[in-house]
């Protein structure tokens, strides 16, 4: 492919970088990979980062620094002869005296083996190796090649830088579109830059996009229906199902419930939604923040839950995603209580300390003579049959728990209700104590 036919983006990658574009809280004055790359020593890395934030290009400007053969691999493409190609080439470099940048794009593609058959290459300076990921690489990316590369996290590029090389791809003669003579209104060269949401490929392909409808129309402009044609059918949001990205959604819905912030909450989950994400999962996380944070605070947070997922069955998108959107409205403003999940927790950890606890018997089932005979359901007081409908003293956990208190209401909502029944229920109990106590002094 000849300079002319390779895309914009390709075209306009830094060449310097002063050329590159964001990443100054990594590319600074003084910030230490700036520091490593006007001073030729790098060192292997993953850089971590959405598309197009710059990972490939830096990856060449560190080779291109230290005077280095550069050798990409992508890890969806490339197999283990792949990789050995590569390090017999980065052996022979080393014999003439020459350093290799081994860039892996997508490192997280390959499975842990791959992974490992870097490792002696890189401990023995045969590489120096430069990992590109799109998700956490604390997740994807085996721990023994973390430990042996530093971690560079690269963030969507700010507005201003893209709008900047979106002016660098109208102006350039040599690489960009200079010699066609476009002009583009600042206003919708901020269409554009908003449109591409931190990411500078995805900003040059719609803008070469654009200036390619303008030469079959015959205009220069490149705004108003030709950039409206250009940008559509493509999302505007960064929206990864299943990523690292999906799941901070995720976590904001949850934290802004929580944090009982209905406007936020709308914000997050209409993100998902226009991101594509299932409404139905949408709708599955609000019913467990329901009982996770709300509880018996407001028990009709469950309720609403449950409603907005029939509703959402029923109607389908996008008339349901709105019910799915009161629930998180209500869910937000509702009182909130993790009482009965701190409870349940505590619980489940005396299960898993204690073992099979057996059931007293007098709550045990008696349907038999014989179950009966040896006790099962003796001495069992109908709570109906009882004052105020309470056995007062009665017990009912096994005998080594019998003091513990796994629920404890908050006093937040209906749970303030709730707090006020246990408190007069444990007055009885102390109540029928000290009487049964009393009663046995005197016998």
């Not at 009161?326 to 204690?354: E, N």
Request: with cysteine; charged share 25%.
């Amino acid at each position: 492919m000849s300079a002319e036919q390779a895309p914009l983006a390709d075209r306009l990658r830094p060449r310097s970088l002063a050329e590159f574009a964001g990443q100054t809280h990594l590319l600074a004055e003084g910030k230490p990979l700036r520091l490593a790359l006007d001073g030729g020593r790098i060192h292997s890395m993953i850089l971590w980062g959405p598309p197009g934030s710059g990972k490939t290009t830096l990856a060449r400007l560190a080779a291109k620094a230290t005077e280095a053969d550069f050798i990409g691999l992508s890890a969806v493409l490339a197999g283990v002869r792949d990789i050995r190609s590569a390090v017999d080439a980065a052996r022979a470099n080393r014999t003439a005296g020459r350093g290799t940048v081994l860039f892996v794009d997508e490192v997280h593609r390959f499975n842990k083996a791959q992974q490992d058959a870097f490792l002696p290459h890189v401990e023995d300076g045969t590489v120096v190796f430069i990992g590109a990921t799109t998700e956490n690489p604390s997740f994807e990316v085996n721990s023994a090649l973390i430990s042996r590369a530093r971690v560079y996290v690269l963030a969507p590029v700010e507005e201003r830088a893209i709008a900047r090389v979106v002016e660098r791809a109208l102006e350039d003669v040599e690489c960009g579109l200079g010699r066609h003579g476009f002009a583009m209104d600042p206003s919708d060269r901020d269409q554009l830059v908003e449109a591409a949401d931190g990411d500078v490929r995805r900003a040059l392909n719609a803008l070469e996009l654009a200036a390619g409808l303008a030469m079959q129309a015959g205009e220069n402009r490149l705004g108003g229906e030709l950039l409206a044609e250009a940008l559509a059918g493509g999302s505007l949001r960064r929206f990864d199902k299943g990523g690292d990205a999906f799941y901070d959604l995720i976590s904001a819905v949850h934290k802004s419930i929580r944090g009982s912030s209905p406007d936020a909450a709308l914000y997050w989950i209409g993100r998902l939604l226009d991101g594509g994400c299932d409404p139905l999962y949408v709708v599955r996380r609000l019913v467990r923040v329901a009982s996770e944070d709300i509880g018996n605070a407001d028990p009709r947070a469950l309720r609403l839950a449950l409603d907005a997922w029939e509703a959402y069955e029923r109607l389908g998108s996008p008339e349901g995603e709105l019910a799915i959107a009161q629930a998180g409205a209500y869910l937000a403003c509702a009182a909130k209580s993790d009482a009965v999940y701190k409870g349940f927790g505590a619980a489940t950890a005396d299960i898993r300390r204690h073992g099979s606890l057996p059931v007293p018997l007098h709550l045990r089932n008696a349907p038999t003579s014989l179950m009966r005979e040896l006790g099962h359901g003796r001495s069992y007081r109908h709570a109906h049959d009882e004052p105020e409908g309470y056995a007062a003293g009665e017990t009912y956990l096994p005998e080594r728990l019998a003091a513990r208190r796994y629920y404890t209401p908050v006093a937040r909502g209906l749970e303030i209700r709730i707090a006020e029944k246990l408190a007069r229920l444990r007055e009885l109990d102390r109540a029928a104590q000290g009487r049964s106590r009393k009663g046995n002094r005197d016998a």
